[in-house]
């Protein structure tokens, strides 16, 4: 509610004035910076981690099962700080897989650096696709095995049962799933914070600064630009509840 | 299934758990060598980062800070839900609707904006509540919520405690008697598994600590941050320590990626 009263506050009076800072081309490439990254690393997290819950679900055993979903659930949970570390080791400008390429000499010149666009999709990547997997496992423990043996009792086969049956049953929860990947990402700070600091334009660091720093602090902005994203959220929450009924529907009916 | 579609399975498995564990795997070789900055394979190794680490005055007072900061969030969101939703339950089914509107709340609102929030709200308050560490606590404790909410809902609803302690009461049971008797032992586990889950949502909570204290009264993850502009190693044995921590707390609670977004 402050964030709102402040969002809109002038000097003595109300003014949607604020808003118009989210113009400004450092704020607005923000805003589609973090749009961009949201939607990627929740696209390539449902592309990666759709085929591998199917394997956990279908392939393994109850015990590797149960294995791989606590390892899925502890990858989902370890964002922020030790994330960016564990990066920076790996992939770093001296990191181990930087210098085996170099060493080796498979690449004359580094190809990419971590602590870019690319970095940051590599590192929210290693929460989104599990955090998928875990996500739509219920979903896909859903899914009645007499399903699939009334198609292949009248005749159809594996494909015929995912075109027809399968995902049209999960569509619902994929797009959930997807909204919640979406969310997590979108409002993701800590992991970014500690990988490039202030330099990179993604939404939550701009916000944060302008109420924090000590440089462009700016409260108006902050909250204007705070509620951009919480009206962004609350109108996808709002679609994900509605989804989360109709999956349920199919579910239990 | 087709050999081919199993193999495409397959491999996107493997190719998950390969990502998930590579850099792990990393960190913790790197926390445990001498050099590794010239050569591919670490020239030698030691335990000595560890000892350094545990040696540290700072980083006890960090766990010290984080440790508060977790016990204060799980005993007060304990004794306020369980009684709530207890309350809810019994007699004001229509209030449930709403406290369960509230537990969403935090997933809505990243932790940033709240933040932010309430730091606009205290900093202007003539009361010296701003930049405290029982700011934090309190705002700690307002994302513990949901987790508490929903290990204690669901417990509270797949033993069917409300019918429980109605029979207690009818058969003439008083409300200390029912208490000690009938709820607390009965919701004991899902407590316990809220308990862990805020426990390792506020071991590795950042954003809130770091805009609304900061450096003054550092807790685990704002002393890593510092520590990792100074010092890799350590930098790499803190987060292998965190990596360790989490997976232990996750492997109580299997499923505590599902609760986590309510999503059962």
Redesign the interface.
């Known amino acids: ?3 709102f009263w ?1 969002s809109i506050q002038g000097e003595g009076t109300i003014t949607f004035s604020h808003y118009l800072f989210l113009l400004r081309p450092l704020y607005l490439k923000s805003l589609v910076q973090s749009i961009f990254l949201s939607l990627l690393t929740a696209f390539l997290g449902m592309l ?5 819950a ?3 679900q ?3 055993s109850h015990r590797q099962k ?1 294995i ?23 992939l770093g400008l ?4 930087t ?2 390429l170099f ?2 000499g498979f690449m004359s010149s580094v190809p990419f650096t971590l602590y870019s666009f690319t970095g940051l999709v590599l590192l929210y ?2 929460f989104q ?3 998928f ?3 739509i ?2 979903a896909l423990e859903g899914l009645r095995k007499e399903w699939r043996e009334a198609v292949s009792t009248l005749g159809g086969n ?1 494909y015929l049962y995912w075109v027809k049956v399968g995902f049209p049953v999960l569509s619902p929860a994929l797009l ?1 799933c997807f909204i ?1 990947l979406y ?1 997590n990402s ?5 992991t970014a ?2 990988l490039v600091g202030a330099k990179f334009r993604l939404l ?1 660091i701009q ?2 600064l302008a ?2 720093g000590n440089v462009g602090y700016d ?1 108006h902005a ?2 204007a630009m ?1 509620m951009v ?2 009206a962004g ?2 109108v996808l ?1 709002s679609f994900y509840i509605r989804l ?1 009924k109709r999956f349920a529907l199919w579910v239990s009916g | 299934m087709g050999f081919g579609v199993e193999l495409v399975l397959v491999l996107a498995l493997i190719f998950m758990l390969i990502y998930i564990l590579f850099p792990v795997g990393a960190m913790i070789l790197f926390s445990v060598a001498t050099r590794w900055d010239r050569t591919v394979w670490p020239e030698g190794y030691t335990l000595s980062a560890y000892s350094t680490l545990f040696r540290d005055r700072e980083f006890w007072i960090a766990l010290y800070h984080s440790t508060v900061l977790a016990l204060t969030a799980i005993a007060l969101s304990a004794f306020l839900i369980v009684p709530a939703l207890l309350t809810a339950e019994l007699t004001l089914p229509r209030v449930k609707k709403f406290i369960e509107a509230f537990s969403l709340a935090p997933f809505v609102i990243p932790s940033v904006l709240f933040a932010l929030g309430l730091v606009e709200t205290y900093a202007s308050l003539p009361i010296p509540l701003y930049g405290t560490p029982v700011l934090l606590t309190l705002a700690n404790t307002v994302l513990a919520f949901p987790l508490m909410y929903r290990s204690v809902e669901n417990k509270m609803h797949t033993i069917g405690l409300a019918k429980m302690v109605e029979s207690a009461i009818t058969l003439g049971a008083r409300m200390p008697f029912v208490t000690y008797r009938v709820i607390l032992p009965n919701l004991w586990s899902g407590i316990v598994n809220g308990s862990l889950l805020i426990l390792s949502m506020v071991l590795s909570e950042f954003a809130l600590a770091n805009l609304m204290v900061g450096g003054s009264w550092p807790t685990l993850s704002v002393y890593l941050y510092s520590v990792m502009r100074v010092d890799g190693q350590a930098a790499s044995v803190l987060s292998v320590v965190s990596f360790t921590f989490t997976w232990l707390l996750t492997s109580l609670v299997t499923v505590g990626g599902v609760r986590r977004y309510g999503l059962s």
């Open positions: 509610m402050t964030i402040r990666f981690g759709f085929p591998a199917l394997a956990l279908h392939l393994l149960n791989s979903i606590t390892l899925a659930a502890t990858a989902a949970n370890f964002a922020g700080v030790p994330l960016a570390v564990a990066f920076m080791i790996l001296n990191g181990f897989l210098r085996l060493h080796r990547l290693y696709i599990p955090l997997v875990v996500l496992m219920p594996g959930g919640l969310a979108f409002g993701a700070y800590a914070f500690a939550p916000i944060s109420v924090a409260p902050a909250s705070a994203m919480i959220l609350l929450f989360r």
